[in-house]
């Protein structure tokens, strides 16, 4: 069995596990992030660990890629695994995908010099495909994989975002 077709037969014993009990598609993902020292941090979730950091130049030890970097790729790559399972799913040959994330931004909302939002301006994704597919089915792949894309909903949708705080007296 070649691997979309094993992507294929996970792909369906997981949706028809989940039109049986809908419960077993909710979860909580939790991460706990740690400055380590000075800007760098340490995140962990389950068995994962990331280290992230700022460039030097503004006060970072660059130890790491920043969460920008991270979150581009939390995007990108949610995309291109998305577009094969759909690609399995929907028996549309690929041979290579690629998927690369331009995000504008302006740091000067950060440093508190521009009016400009922290987030993001822009984002565009650009995919490439080398298939024996048609156009048409292409086209089917990718509109299945954005529809149901988790990091594209979380990038295209505000969400609700709560902070609570526990303080600790030092």
């Avoid at 809908?22 to 991460?31: E, F, K, N, Q, V």
């Avoid at 995309?79 to 995000?103: F, H, K, P, T």
């Avoid at 792949?141 to 979380?154: C, N, Q």
């Amino acid at each position: 069995m070649n691997e979309q077709e094993v992507i294929k037969t996970k792909f369906l014993r997981t949706q028809k596990a989940l039109r049986l009990k809908p419960a077993l598609g909710l979860g909580i993902g939790i991460s706990k992030t740690r400055i380590l020292s000075g800007l760098s941090c340490k995140s962990q979730e389950g068995e994962y660990v990331f280290h992230t950091d700022m460039p030097s130049q503004v006060g970072g030890n660059g130890t790491g890629p920043t969460p920008g970097v991270l979150g581009r790729a939390a995007l990108g790559s949610c995309l291109a695994m998305g577009y094969m399972m759909w690609a399995s799913r929907l028996n549309v040959i690929i041979d290579s995908l690629e998927v690369q994330i331009e995000a504008d931004y302006d740091d000067g909302a950060l440093f508190d010099t521009s009016d400009s939002p922290p987030g993001y301006s822009e984002i565009r994704y650009i995919v490439k495909i080398k298939s024996p597919a048609s156009k048409m089915d292409i086209d089917k792949v990718l509109d299945e994989g954005d529809k149901h894309s988790p990091y594209l909903d979380v990038f295209s949708r505000a969400q609700k975002c709560i902070r609570k705080v526990e303080l600790e007296e030092s």
